[in-house]
């Protein structure tokens, strides 16, 4: 099967728009093909603000996901890759998913044959 989280990026990113709220990515600025504004990363990674308004031509992609839009007045053209997208979520109210970054994208292990591990689940505010 296909990766999921390109289908929850483009699913989650709707559901804020529609509810009229601002879509924020959370991005691994450290990802080789990322192309971003490196003055505004912190902690090597960067917080985009894809609401419609703020960016032209965005396409939430497989593999990336592109836009234009502007920092500090200049054109640029961004590329997030998908697997470096950590989180999407509404800025207004800090709803919506993190990923997990050591996720892999997909596996042809049924669940149930899965070997169990002993880590729990971590969870972190992203605000």
């Given at each position: 099967m296909t990766p999921l989280k390109p289908y929850l990026i483009?699913?989650?990113?709707?559901?804020?728009?529609?509810?009229e709220m601002t879509?924020?990515?959370?991005?691994?600025?450290?990802?080789p093909d990322a192309i971003l504004p490196e003055a505004f990363i912190e902690?090597?990674?960067i917080v985009l603000n894809?609401?419609?308004e703020a960016i032209q031509n965005l396409s939430l992609g497989d593999e990336?996901?592109?836009?234009?839009?502007?920092?500090?007045?200049?054109?640029?053209h961004i590329i997030a890759p998908v697997n470096a997208i950590l989180a999407i979520y509404a800025k207004e109210n800090g709803q919506g998913m993190v990923f997990d970054p050591n996720e892999e994208e997909s596996s042809n292990i049924p669940p149930n044959d899965k070997k169990p591990t002993n880590k729990r689940p971590q969870l972190r505010i992203v605000k």
């Open positions: 483009r699913s989650l990113y709707e559901w804020i728009v529609d509810n879509p924020y990515l959370l991005v691994d600025a450290q990802h902690n090597n990674q894809v609401r419609p990336d996901v592109e836009f234009n839009t502007r920092f500090s007045g200049r054109p640029m």
